[in-house]
């Protein structure tokens, strides 16, 4: 088996980044987007099809936001990003947005189905929260499916807590979780 190596890159959707950036999280979005629906989780209700169109959106570095992909390669592969023509490597997407001043909020985590259970969600969601208190939140909320088991685990090993639910979900087996800036 090839040894492959993860880099967490910034996604901003300047004209001077790689396309190739913008098209990968395009396409995670949509699988994200997918992968609920066939959970019998439709996220219609949050508009989310307008995300992938409106980028960055709610999720610009420059309105204490934040989106960072994932790009995993073989450990022998030199690639440049600039010259990329497939999103391929793009293997993983976070974001984050500000939920006031103080807070802000992890959205759309979600990695490749044939990149899973090799420690790229935590890098990510540990790179989430660094970018989070570097904004200046005191603290970080999220939501989930408890049917997202491996979500929900991985946030509580990271010392996420259950919360009382801050926003509107019709689904049954929602949980909210938060963590404090130490």
Not at 82 to 88: G, T
Request: charged share 30%; proline share 4%.
């Amino acid at each position: 088996m090839t040894a492959h190596t993860t880099e967490i890159v910034a996604v901003k959707c300047t004209s001077d980044e790689p396309p190739v950036l913008r098209q990968g999280v395009t396409e995670l979005f949509k699988a994200y987007f997918d992968e609920l629906y066939e959970l019998g989780c439709d996220l219609g209700f949050q508009g989310f099809q307008s995300e992938w169109t409106d980028l960055p959106g709610k999720y610009d570095f420059e309105k204490k936001g934040g989106l960072f992909v994932a790009i995993t390669k073989p450990a022998n592969e030199e690639i440049d990003l600039h010259n990329l023509e497939h999103s391929k490597y793009v293997s993983g997407c976070i974001a984050i947005r500000p939920l006031d001043e103080m807070c802000g909020e992890v959205k759309r985590m979600y990695i490749r189905k044939t990149h899973r259970r090799n420690g790229i969600g935590k890098i990510m969601a540990e790179k989430i929260i660094s970018h989070g208190w570097d904004l200046g939140y005191e603290e970080i909320k999220l939501d989930s499916l408890e049917r997202l088991t491996g979500a929900v685990k991985l946030y509580e090993g990271l010392g996420f807590n259950r919360i009382d639910p801050y926003c509107e979900c019709p689904e049954d087996d929602h949980v909210c979780m938060n963590i404090f800036r130490k």
